[in-house]
């Protein structure tokens, strides 16, 4: 079994129990809950902004000592000074698996735009105090029952890239609301040659006159750029889950690097590195191949941003792997993604393992080569949830 797998095999284990389980709410931020006899500190938001646009009913905030959730509320309005008191966020310092927040500790908070499927927690807090008692740090505090007053404005994902003179291929994990290549572009097209995809097609100038022959950015590819001068490009919006499956051809193909920290190249493409694949190879024409029996890796990492060339001898699928609790983990059975939490020290999915035939809960599982699972209530839409 690949080395990738060991990862989240655990994480299945641990969570085929959970398959029998009541109903699990679909939020985005699934909170396991805290103890409230001992010490809570309470927070009122009063107004919270993604990219200076207020967040709506449905979307979410969640608050963290480092990894580890300790409080997370759904929003039913856009808060206002005026409803902070209905704003509530309970941050626990003991939850129901152990230990929660850590006073003197340094505070994140995350915020989830449902509608447009954006995660940040980049931001900027003002804390209030409008009756002289309020807890106004960017740490959790010490003593119990402990309030807070905040304004919260966070930033929209951004990836950035400098850009050098020549030519280097470019990819992003980043899903921009507006992926048309000629708006992604729009503030290096003093500097710019052109732009080409995989299939030839270009951003370039012709006459006076940029044409976009490309269409859309499409994140799961990557981009040959040609700079006349160095600049600075940036694509904000939201971020594709690291292991959105990448088809390979025959053939040459640029592809993209979705996951968000480096990873060495051996393991980042393990799910090709086989008798499919001819050669990887970075912008500075450094390459993954196999030199008589051995895989020689002259890439070192992989690095987010950078896009890759690769030559298939068959058609063959990436998938990028499971890497760090919080990220997305895709079941190549079914094709579904599942957000994943820690809890405690473990890491466990936010939702119940979906896949198989129902069976009534009344009945035991079969031993017949098909995988069987229980709904809630024995409803399949409470396996959707």
Not at 333 to 356: D, H, P, S
């Amino acid at each position: 079994m690949k080395k990738f797998y060991i990862n989240y095999l655990t994480i299945f284990c641990l969570l085929i129990l959970s398959i029998l389980s009541t109903n699990v709410s679909a939020q985005h931020f699934n909170f396991e809950g805290g103890d409230a006899t001992e010490p809570v500190w309470t927070i009122y938001f009063q107004e919270i902004k993604l990219g200076g646009v207020d967040l709506e009913a449905g979307d979410e905030i969640a608050v963290f000592d480092s990894i580890t959730m300790v409080g997370a509320f759904t929003l039913t309005q856009v808060c206002t000074p005026e409803n902070c008191t209905e704003n509530v966020l309970p941050a626990f310092s003991v939850l129901n698996s152990g230990p929660g927040y850590t006073p003197g500790n340094p505070v994140l908070l995350k915020c989830w735009d449902a509608s447009l499927g954006i995660e940040s927690a980049s931001y900027s807090i003002i804390f209030e105090d409008p009756y002289g008692d309020a807890w106004t740090q960017s740490v959790f505090p010490s003593e119990d029952g402990e309030i807070s007053f905040v304004k919260v404005n966070f930033e929209a994902p951004s990836q950035s890239y400098n850009l050098e003179f020549g030519y280097q291929m470019v990819s992003s994990n980043i899903i921009s609301q507006n992926p048309d290549m000629l708006n992604i572009a729009e503030g290096i097209l003093d500097n710019l040659d052109f732009i080409r995809n995989t299939a030839g097609y270009m951003l370039r100038k012709i006459g006076p006159a940029w044409v976009n022959s490309i269409g859309d950015w499409v994140t799961t590819e990557g981009y040959l750029f040609r700079m006349n001068s160095p600049d600075e490009l940036t694509i904000s919006g939201g971020t594709i889950a690291p292991q959105t499956p990448i088809e390979l051809s025959f053939g040459f193909q640029i592809i993209g690097y979705l996951p968000e920290v480096e990873i060495n190249a051996l393991s980042a493409f393990e799910t090709i590195i086989g008798a499919n694949l001819d050669f990887i190879r970075n912008s500075s024409g450094q390459m993954l191949r196999k030199i008589g029996p051995n895989w020689v890796n002259s890439i070192g990492n992989a690095q987010p941003g950078e896009g890759y060339l690769v030559r298939m001898f068959a058609d063959d699928i990436l998938i990028y792997p499971f890497k760090d609790c919080g990220d997305k983990f895709y079941d190549t059975r079914n094709e579904q993604f599942y957000n994943t939490v820690l809890i405690g020290e473990q890491c466990w999915m936010a939702k119940n393992l979906n896949i198989g035939e129902m069976i009534n809960g009344s009945e035991n599982m079969a031993d017949n080569g098909v995988i069987e699972k229980y709904c809630y209530d024995n409803n399949p839409a409470n396996c959707d949830i």
